[in-house]
């Protein structure tokens, strides 16, 4: 019955649907009015066919996406507390982050959960506390170590030590910590953040796992998790993970390693504003969308106000709550794959793919991401992508809604930062460069601080 309703239409090609189109368009040119130019170097057409896409990569994608919260531990029992309280609450990965060394990891590992999916991440390198470890790692059946020395580098100008030390080290801790789904973190989020392209992030990504493949030939079974920041371009950003799965998985071949790997996503901060921050939620949400459809394995979402407060359980609430609506609302963890057969998409995918691979290409062919960085080569690159991006802000041509256009000139905030929104600079000796976070909106946003008046009503 569905062959001989088929039957009933012919076959339009691609040629045909242009055709038609230019004939609309009445004169109108056709590339200046419907083909939109990006920043990747991708140009986006009107719409796309069956004779867009040929050798479809196979990109799994399971529906079983984790609801992921992050938890940064000062002391074992209150952050066991509030493991306890997001897991009752509908979380089922949470990430633990140490910013020392000095926890009682006895009173804190022991007596959390085996249900859920845990990444625990040091914000140093100490072989001695990633011993400690190793028994937990051996009970509990999806954990993850969150280490990158790479992106130490990157993101602070200098290794945790120096760059013999640092990889020494890592190397004794991958003999210690093979219970662990995987060890190695590539966080290439910084990279959305400072302000890179897409195929940059990307290619940057797969230089921090060559530099390891090669640095761990002994470890065959050298297994890496990616850290992602989704920005807004809705269909780039899912093409952007299921590129990454892509590149890994022919990356990793040729090293003779896994083939798979683990995403965790993110909403990225490049985009997010202080004035008319409700907006976030709006951005937030359409970005765990594109997180969840091109099939990251956790998403941890951003919450609207996590710019300007601290940590607290009413913007968790939210971040937590538009997950389980998209996960048992909109029935988002029911599907897996869901992008396969799009055209546009698994066109975007390819081309992302191609353009992420030439970078990575050169990056390998001038001494691979470590030389790069050394030379300032990424740092300059991401400089002239986020100029490009800001530029594009300034102008009015990339919109943030509330921000630099329909902002309220009431909204006030001056009054309720309880964190420093705004880049930091710390003068300080380092090895590099660093490549710092910055979002679009920052040079408006002091400006719009410096002005703020007395509220409305408190006129004399």
Same mark, same amino acid.
């Given at each position: 019955?569905?062959?001989l309703?088929?039957?009933?239409?012919?076959?339009?090609s691609?040629?045909?649907?242009?055709?038609?189109i230019?004939?609309d368009?009445? /004169?109108a040119d056709?590339?200046?009015?419907l083909?939109t130019?990006? =920043?990747? /170097?991708?140009?986006?057409?009107?719409?796309y066919?069956?004779e867009?896409? =040929?050798d479809l990569p196979?990109i799994?994608?399971?529906?079983?996406w984790n609801?992921?919260? !992050?938890?940064y531990?000062t002391?074992p029992?209150?952050?066991?507390?509030?493991a306890?309280y997001k897991?009752?609450? /509908?979380?089922n990965a949470?990430?633990?982050?140490?910013p +020392? *060394?000095?926890?009682?990891l006895e +009173?804190l590992?022991?007596?959390?959960s085996n249900?859920?999916?845990w990444?625990?991440?040091?914000?140093?390198l100490d072989?001695?506390?990633?011993q400690?470890?190793? =028994?937990?790692?051996?009970t509990?059946?999806s954990?993850y170590?969150?280490?990158d020395v790479v /992106? !130490?580098? *990157?993101r602070s100008?200098?290794?945790f030590h120096?760059i013999?030390?640092?990889?020494e080290?890592?190397?004794e801790?991958?003999?210690h910590?093979?219970n662990?789904k995987?060890v190695?973190?590539?966080n290439?989020g910084?990279?959305?953040?400072a302000? *890179?392209?897409?195929p940059?992030?990307l290619?940057?990504?797969l230089?921090?796992f060559?530099e390891?493949?090669?640095?761990?030939?002994?470890?065959p079974?050298l297994?890496?998790s990616y850290?992602l920041a989704?920005g807004?371009?809705?269909f780039q950003?899912?093409?952007k993970?299921r590129a990454?799965?892509?590149?890994?998985r022919?990356l990793?071949?040729e090293?003779g390693?896994p083939?798979?790997?683990?995403?965790i996503?993110?909403?990225?901060?490049r985009n !997010?504003?202080?004035?008319d921050y409700?907006?976030?939620l709006l951005r937030?949400?359409? +970005?765990s969308?594109?997180?969840?459809l091109?099939?990251?394995?956790?998403?941890c979402?951003?919450?609207?106000?996590?710019?300007?407060?601290?940590?607290?359980e009413?913007?968790d609430?939210? *971040?937590r709550?538009?997950?389980?609506?998209?996960?048992?609302e909109a029935y988002?963890?029911?599907?897996g794959?869901?992008?396969?057969g799009?055209y546009?998409?698994e066109?975007l995918?390819?081309?992302?793919? +191609?353009l992420?691979?030439?970078?990575f290409?050169?990056?390998?062919n001038a001494?691979g991401i470590?030389q790069?960085?050394?030379d300032?080569?990424?740092?300059k690159?991401i400089?002239?992508?986020a100029?490009e991006?800001?530029e594009?802000?300034?102008?009015?041509?990339?919109v943030?809604?509330g921000t630099?256009k329909?902002e309220?000139?009431?909204d006030r905030m001056?009054?309720?930062?309880e964190?420093?929104?705004?880049?930091?600079r710390k003068?300080r000796?380092?090895?590099?460069?660093p490549?710092l976070e910055r979002?679009? =909106?920052?040079?408006y946003?002091?400006k719009r601080l410096?002005?703020?008046?007395e509220?409305?009503g408190n006129?004399d």
């Amino acid at each position: 019955m569905k062959e001989l309703l088929f039957q009933e239409f012919e076959e339009v090609s691609a040629k045909q649907w242009k055709q038609k189109i230019q004939y609309d368009l009445k /004169g109108a040119d056709y590339n200046e009015q419907l083909i939109t130019h990006t =920043s990747a /170097g991708i140009d986006i057409k009107p719409f796309y066919t069956a004779e867009d896409i =040929s050798d479809l990569p196979q990109i799994e994608n399971a529906a079983n996406w984790n609801i992921c919260e !992050k938890i940064y531990v000062t002391s074992p029992a209150e952050a066991l507390r509030k493991a306890h309280y997001k897991i009752e609450k /509908g979380s089922n990965a949470i990430w633990l982050i140490f910013p +020392e *060394a000095d926890i009682v990891l006895e +009173e804190l590992l022991p007596k959390l959960s085996n249900n859920v999916t845990w990444y625990l991440q040091p914000l140093f390198l100490d072989p001695d506390f990633c011993q400690k470890l190793k =028994s937990f790692s051996e009970t509990q059946p999806s954990a993850y170590l969150l280490l990158d020395v790479v /992106g !130490k580098l *990157a993101r602070s100008g200098n290794f945790f030590h120096n760059i013999h030390s640092d990889f020494e080290m890592l190397q004794e801790i991958l003999q210690h910590t093979r219970n662990f789904k995987s060890v190695l973190s590539i966080n290439a989020g910084l990279y959305h953040n400072a302000g *890179a392209t897409i195929p940059q992030q990307l290619a940057y990504a797969l230089g921090h796992f060559s530099e390891y493949a090669n640095r761990f030939p002994e470890e065959p079974q050298l297994k890496v998790s990616y850290q992602l920041a989704i920005g807004s371009d809705y269909f780039q950003e899912i093409a952007k993970i299921r590129a990454l799965r892509w590149l890994h998985r022919s990356l990793a071949k040729e090293f003779g390693l896994p083939e798979d790997c683990h995403i965790i996503a993110e909403p990225g901060k490049r985009n !997010k504003t202080l004035y008319d921050y409700n907006v976030n939620l709006l951005r937030t949400t359409t +970005e765990s969308m594109s997180a969840i459809l091109g099939g990251a394995d956790s998403i941890c979402n951003l919450p609207y106000d996590a710019l300007y407060h601290k940590d607290n359980e009413f913007g968790d609430r939210i *971040a937590r709550n538009q997950l389980l609506v998209m996960r048992h609302e909109a029935y988002f963890g029911k599907v897996g794959n869901v992008a396969d057969g799009s055209y546009y998409i698994e066109t975007l995918t390819r081309q992302l793919a +191609e353009l992420a691979l030439d970078i990575f290409k050169n990056v390998e062919n001038a001494g691979g991401i470590l030389q790069q960085l050394k030379d300032g080569i990424i740092q300059k690159k991401i400089k002239q992508s986020a100029a490009e991006e800001q530029e594009r802000f300034n102008t009015g041509d990339l919109v943030l809604i509330g921000t630099n256009k329909y902002e309220n000139p009431q909204d006030r905030m001056k009054d309720d930062l309880e964190l420093f929104p705004f880049l930091k600079r710390k003068p300080r000796k380092t090895l590099i460069e660093p490549i710092l976070e910055r979002r679009l =909106s920052e040079e408006y946003e002091q400006k719009r601080l410096e002005n703020e008046s007395e509220k409305p009503g408190n006129d004399d």
